[in-house]
């Protein structure tokens, strides 16, 4: 069927285990194999190399980004991996816009058409922060507060699919349902 690349940025560091990202990456595997596709994994707690990741990239029709969400963006070796990967001449593509057609603008010029990709995140915040008016991320919803991702995306030419959060992780932990609505988010989504 389709090879997906998964992304684990679910990274180990002080008072922080990874574990729930690792979960919902292993869950994704299974999904995904269940429904026939092939599978490759960059887990960013481990030592990568360029060219493969280039490579991985290349050969994948979708990429699933796991990531839990610190200091209101991805962990910083995400950060690393985007400017490192994300914005190499092989996958980026140009912005766009030409001399000879003003009428292309900025963003358009992505060389991955053709491709798909799937935000998934962990909080530490409720989702009423993202969600209420008055609340921490006035009503912004977690796709606008997603925006520099997409827009990443976006870039490249990869077209979005529908995103997933699992909130409040620490103070109203609901993990077991939350797994389950992955699974089922999943299903729909990669069918």
Not at 22 to 47: K, P, Q, W
Not at 160 to 181: C, R
Request: net charge neutral.
């Amino acid at each position: 069927m389709s090879t997906i690349f998964i992304i684990n940025a679910g990274i180990k560091a002080a008072g922080k285990n990874g574990t729930l990202n690792a979960a919902m990456v292993e869950i994704a595997r299974e999904v995904f194999r269940e429904l026939g596709h092939s599978v490759t994994l960059t887990d960013l707690n481990e030592e990568w190399h360029l060219e493969q990741e280039l490579d991985k990239l290349l050969a994948a029709d979708a990429v699933l980004l796991q990531t839990p969400i610190w200091a209101m963006g991805v962990p910083w070796p995400m950060k690393r991996y985007i400017d490192t990967v994300w914005t190499h001449p092989k996958v980026c593509g140009t912005d766009g816009r030409t001399r000879s057609d003003p009428k292309k603008l900025y963003g358009s010029g992505g060389f991955l058409l053709g491709k798909r990709y799937m935000l998934s995140t962990t909080w530490n915040a409720p989702s009423s922060a993202l969600n209420t008016p008055g609340h921490f991320f006035d009503a912004r919803g977690l796709e606008e507060v997603l925006l520099p991702l997409h827009k990443q995306f976006q870039y490249m030419g990869i077209a979005p699919m529908p995103s997933f959060a699992v909130h409040d992780v620490y103070k109203n932990p609901t993990i077991g349902e939350d797994l389950q609505k992955w699974r089922a988010h999943l299903k729909e989504n990669f069918n």
